[in-house]
């Protein structure tokens, strides 16, 4: 049976334009047939498919998660962006991304979903997710939201603000760090919330476990409704008097990852961060261990060090 790999790019770029075009011919020299996605269509249009391949930054991603989650495709990101977090190649790359992705020579990193529902004053429920954040805003520039925040089925605190951002952990360098909010680790298993200028003495950010339950009430009162957007992309209208829960979903998106490096190493390179002098506590002898990718199985083998 023939494999094929959806390829989700951005065409309006000729730099994706012709990273796409190197994709291609390497799938096409390993056999993988390639389906271009349609930067506008639905996804329900395109073939079975086995593998994706993302060309783009973390938008780009995003959009490809849309095709993936709830699937078992592993999703490989190459960077054509500026810091492109989700991304696990950068441009230069590709050629021998796409060969390790069709070769099997990748682990799986398994990344958690949110789940989103905005219940409406009249009673009506509509759903949504997001694998960065869900953000509430407000829908008019000019006024201010009011909201009252609850973790766990009981009020935290009410406050004017401009929004609320509930994020997960991958969500954690995207929006909410824009707001001010921690960055976590991936392997953390939990949700943030991250208040956007609010108006209120303790208006901080949290970070609950993976069972909690997060919900943000616009009050009937507020001077304006607000819009909950879901990773950029997907958008709800909340006017007043509507709630809005988030809760960890059961529905990961997975990644293709190439390298073992820690999520340290990544967010420095992706940051720039200054680590000029650190000469760092190296273990002694050969209880040192150095990861070894191994194909797609899910894991990573340790192997001691010369």
């Known amino acids: 049976m023939t494999r094929r790999a959806v390829v989700v790019t951005h065409s309006g770029r ?29 996804p329900a249009s395109l073939p079975p498919f086995d593998l994706a391949v993302v060309l783009g930054g973390d938008g780009t991603v995003l959009r490809a998660a849309e ?14 962006g500026h810091v492109g977090f989700l991304a696990e190649a950068e441009r230069d790359d590709v050629g021998e991304a796409v060969r390790r992705l069709t070769a099997g020579d990748f682990v799986i ?10 219940q409406a004053p009249d009673g009506s429920v509509r759903t949504g997710w997001a694998l960065n954040e869900a953000a509430l805003e407000k829908g008019e520039r000019s006024r201010m939201l009011e909201v009252i ?16 951002v509930m994020a997960t952990a991958t969500g954690s360098t995207a929006h909410a760090f824009s707001a001010g909010g921690p960055v976590v680790w ?27 339950v997060l919900a943000v009430e616009v009050i009937e009162r507020s001077p ?15 006017p007043p008097g509507s709630r809005v829960e988030v809760r960890r979903s059961p529905v990961p998106v997975r ?40 194909p797609a199985t899910g894991t990573t083998a340790e192997e001691e060090s010369p």
């Open 14 to 42: 000729e730099e994706a334009v012709q990273a796409t075009a190197e994709a291609v011919r390497e799938l096409e020299r390993a056999g993988v047939e390639p389906v271009l996605a349609p930067e506008d269509g639905d």
């Open 67 to 80: 095709l993936t989650r709830g699937s078992r495709v592993p999703l490989l990101g190459v960077n054509l």
């Open 109 to 118: 990193e398994e990344r958690g979903t949110l789940d989103l529902r905005v």
């Open 149 to 164: 925040v609850e973790v766990d089925g009981r009020p935290l605190s009410s406050f004017g603000c401009d929004g609320v």
């Open 186 to 212: 991936p392997d953390v298993d939990g949700m943030i919330l991250v208040p956007i200028s609010a108006h209120a003495l303790f208006a901080r950010p949290l970070v609950v476990g993976p069972r909690s």
């Open 224 to 238: 304006a409704g607000g819009v909950v957007t879901c990773d950029g992309r997907r958008r709800l209208d909340v």
């Open 255 to 294: 990644f293709a990852r190439l390298t073992p490096a820690p999520f340290t190493t990544r967010l420095v390179h992706k940051f720039g961060l200054p680590v000029e002098g650190w000469r760092g506590h190296p273990r002694h002898g050969a209880d040192r261990v150095v990861p070894r990718v191994t």
